[in-house]
């Protein structure tokens, strides 16, 4: 069935890559997100369903861009620009680095054709998704895909699928980019505010019901993880989501659900605390939080080396050389990893990413509140939510090639774009209809509505 579906899809894609191009970047977008060739890999071992996937949003953009479909002024800000300026370190660093790169489990020419195909599924996807509909179906692909992971994360945990744990931690699937229970984790973190909001955005009664049951399931999941970087990112992000929420009572029960995570996981993070003292009591050579000597280290080898870094995927071999036998871990921060990696320069551009998307979001609520709209209001605060709560949890890991980030940029940016065509479209009209007011004709008809 799965197989029969995927094959559908694609055709589907392929069929209406001239008439609706949209529909191929949704279909790659879910494909990356979801994952499915590790999920379902006895269904997919002999499709390569990632590359055909990709190959036929390229075709299907090729074809928008022909036929004069292509908005370039999407691509005219500071996140895009900001991600070529990343790609173009990455290659700098990597032709000038003094490191070999065989020290990591995973290597530089790897990671570089991670992010290459990230940037320039970036720049596709992006010239896609350049009205409302599309923008409407990739939340709706968020939705669905963060939906489908609670369900298979809570169903390993019903069926005693122990298989899946590590220690008594959930770990992603096996193979896939989520396989560590920590990145996993922040597949749920970054999908909540999506399903939070879309609450009080449907309207019928059971897509209601089956989001809120849905909330409390993707908290469970999180708790599964056991990742304290998950627990402190939702709880950041839920409690910014119950600010904007206008529902007192959706509220409270947001609030108290909440909490009763806080209170499970608090326990969790305590107890593993206590049993990382004990240890560093009996050995005296193990540091009691390896995440602070590794901020330590790659804030020391940025330093070092501030323009172009050590070299990507080039922090372990760096950190032997200047620090041997000091960490034997990564640099445990997506900011310190830039730094430590490709420079300062990168490291800022990262941060300009939220720069950036805070000042699209200010500008987006500030519109909305003389345009009201439904849906770019709902967007608008859940992608913030979203990112908030993302950065949170890039202060404990490494997430630089954690493509649902550069898909929740791509929404961020979308939203900004179609709503600043709303509502110039709105105020032209506008004022059109006051200049045929005061030449004494009738003004034009519904100058004010929004297009909902």
């Given at each position: 069935?799965v197989?029969?579906?995927?094959?559908?899809?694609?055709?589907?894609?392929?069929?209406?890559?001239i008439?609706?191009?949209?529909?191929?970047?949704?279909?790659?977008?879910?494909?990356?997100?979801?994952?499915?060739?590790?999920?379902?890999?006895w269904?997919?071992?002999?499709?390569?369903i990632?590359?055909?996937?990709?190959?036929i949003?390229?075709?299907?953009?090729?074809?928008?861009?022909?036929?004069?479909?292509?908005?370039?002024?999407?691509?005219?800000?500071?996140i895009?620009f900001?991600l070529?300026?990343?790609?173009?370190?990455?290659?700098?660093?990597?032709?000038?680095?003094?490191?070999p790169?065989?020290?990591?489990r995973?290597?530089?020419?790897?990671?570089?054709?991670?992010?290459?195909?990230?940037?320039?599924?970036?720049?596709?996807?992006?010239?896609?998704?350049?009205?409302?509909?599309?923008l409407?179906l990739?939340?709706?692909?968020v939705?669905?895909?963060?939906?489908?992971y609670?369900?298979?994360?809570?169903?390993?945990?019903?069926?005693g699928?122990?298989?899946?744990?590590?220690?008594?931690?959930?770990?992603?699937?096996?193979?896939?980019?989520?396989?560590?229970g920590?990145?996993?984790?922040?597949l749920?973190?970054?999908?909540l505010?999506f399903?939070?909001?879309?609450?009080?955005?449907?309207?019928?009664?059971?897509?209601?019901a089956?989001?809120?049951l849905?909330?409390?399931?993707?908290?469970?999941?999180?708790?599964?993880c056991?990742s304290?970087?998950?627990?402190?990112?939702?709880?950041v992000?839920?409690?910014?989501?119950?600010?904007?929420?206008?529902s007192?009572?959706?509220?409270?029960?947001?609030?108290a659900?909440?909490l009763?995570f806080l209170?499970?996981?608090?326990?969790?993070?305590?107890?593993r605390?206590?049993?990382?003292?004990?240890?560093a009591?009996?050995?005296?050579?193990?540091?009691?939080?390896?995440?602070?000597i590794?901020?330590?280290?790659?804030?020391?080898?940025?330093?070092k080396?501030?323009?172009?870094g050590?070299?990507?995927?080039?922090?372990?071999?760096?950190?032997?050389?200047?620090?041997?036998?000091?960490?034997?871990?990564?640099?445990?921060?997506?900011f310190?990893?830039?730094?430590?990696?490709l420079?300062?320069?990168?490291a800022?551009?990262?941060?300009m990413?939220?720069?950036?998307?805070?000042?699209m979001?200010?500008?987006?609520?500030?519109?909305?509140?003389?345009?009201?709209?439904?849906?770019?209001?709902?967007?608008?605060?859940a992608?913030f939510?979203?990112?908030?709560?993302?950065?949170v949890?890039?202060?404990?890991l490494?997430?630089?090639i954690?493509?649902?980030?550069?898909f929740?940029l791509?929404?961020?940016?979308?939203?900004n774009?179609?709503?600043?065509?709303k509502?110039?479209?709105?105020?032209?009209?506008?004022?059109?209809?006051?200049?045929?007011?005061?030449?004494?004709?009738?003004?034009?008809?519904?100058?004010?509505?929004?297009?909902?």
């Amino acid at each position: 069935m799965v197989k029969i579906l995927t094959i559908l899809a694609i055709l589907a894609a392929g069929f209406f890559a001239i008439s609706a191009p949209y529909i191929a970047a949704l279909l790659y977008t879910t494909v990356s997100i979801l994952q499915p060739q590790y999920i379902w890999f006895w269904v997919f071992d002999d499709i390569s369903i990632f590359r055909i996937s990709a190959g036929i949003a390229i075709i299907a953009w090729l074809i928008h861009m022909l036929r004069g479909g292509i908005n370039w002024q999407m691509y005219n800000n500071g996140i895009f620009f900001g991600l070529l300026g990343l790609l173009a370190l990455y290659y700098l660093s990597n032709a000038f680095t003094p490191f070999p790169s065989y020290g990591s489990r995973i290597g530089s020419e790897l990671v570089m054709g991670i992010f290459t195909t990230i940037v320039i599924m970036f720049f596709i996807v992006l010239g896609l998704i350049n009205h409302e509909k599309a923008l409407k179906l990739l939340v709706v692909c968020v939705v669905i895909v963060t939906l489908y992971y609670t369900y298979w994360a809570n169903s390993a945990y019903l069926e005693g699928n122990w298989s899946q744990f590590t220690r008594g931690r959930l770990n992603g699937p096996r193979g896939s980019p989520y396989k560590d229970g920590n990145i996993f984790s922040v597949l749920f973190v970054v999908g909540l505010p999506f399903v939070l909001f879309a609450v009080g955005q449907v309207e019928k009664t059971w897509q209601k019901a089956l989001l809120i049951l849905a909330i409390p399931l993707i908290w469970h999941a999180m708790i599964l993880c056991a990742s304290r970087g998950a627990l402190l990112s939702a709880a950041v992000s839920t409690l910014l989501a119950a600010r904007m929420i206008k529902s007192k009572s959706f509220n409270m029960v947001l609030l108290a659900g909440a909490l009763v995570f806080l209170i499970d996981q608090g326990g969790e993070m305590l107890s593993r605390t206590v049993s990382t003292v004990k240890k560093a009591e009996t050995e005296a050579n193990e540091p009691i939080n390896p995440r602070v000597i590794s901020w330590q280290i790659a804030f020391d080898l940025a330093k070092k080396h501030p323009v172009l870094g050590v070299g990507p995927q080039r922090f372990l071999e760096a950190s032997r050389f200047y620090f041997p036998g000091k960490s034997p871990h990564v640099a445990h921060n997506t900011f310190l990893n830039y730094a430590a990696n490709l420079g300062f320069i990168a490291a800022f551009i990262y941060l300009m990413f939220f720069w950036v998307s805070w000042k699209m979001y200010k500008w987006n609520r500030d519109a909305l509140e003389a345009h009201p709209d439904k849906l770019h209001t709902y967007i608008n605060k859940a992608s913030f939510c979203s990112l908030v709560g993302f950065f949170v949890g890039a202060t404990f890991l490494d997430l630089i090639i954690f493509e649902p980030f550069y898909f929740l940029l791509i929404i961020i940016i979308a939203n900004n774009f179609i709503l600043k065509q709303k509502v110039s479209a709105n105020e032209a009209l506008a004022a059109d209809g006051k200049k045929q007011e005061e030449a004494g004709h009738e003004p034009l008809a519904n100058a004010g509505s929004t297009g909902v």
